[in-house]
């Protein structure tokens, strides 16, 4: 699986990065997944906290060069039950506005709080396809 680089609202700010490069970025590592035939997954860093037009041009963007794959990540652990529910619907929603219903959404939660494990079945009950996570406390953080 193939992902593309960093979007945190955060790292935006700090590296002075425009939509405009974003786009890029995931097109380009959508074109080297291709291009070795690799299974593209469009992984949006702190997706919690992107705004939702920047959550619909990086979708668009990687569905259009072909991702099949959409990961919602909650970097930082802090999103509620019903954030992460209204973040799921919000991008079912936009995948049947698209007409993708054929991609496929993956969550990628964070313990910093102590709700990993309940917002990743939160997540699974609300709509994903797959939930990322560890065994036996290896991982990043332990928690995912």
Known sequence: MFAAPRSSPIRQYVESWSAEFLVAAVTGAAKAAALHNLPFCLVTEDTTRLQPE????LFHAAI??????????DTTGHVTPYGVEELVSFARRFLAEIGATDVQLDWHGHND?????????WAAAAGVDRVHGTGLGVGERVGN
């Open 64 to 73: 259009d060069a072909g991702a099949k794959r959409l990961c919602l990540c």
């Open 54 to 57: 920047m959550l619909r041009t």
């Open 113 to 121: 709080r102590g709700l990993g494990l309940p917002i990743a079945l």
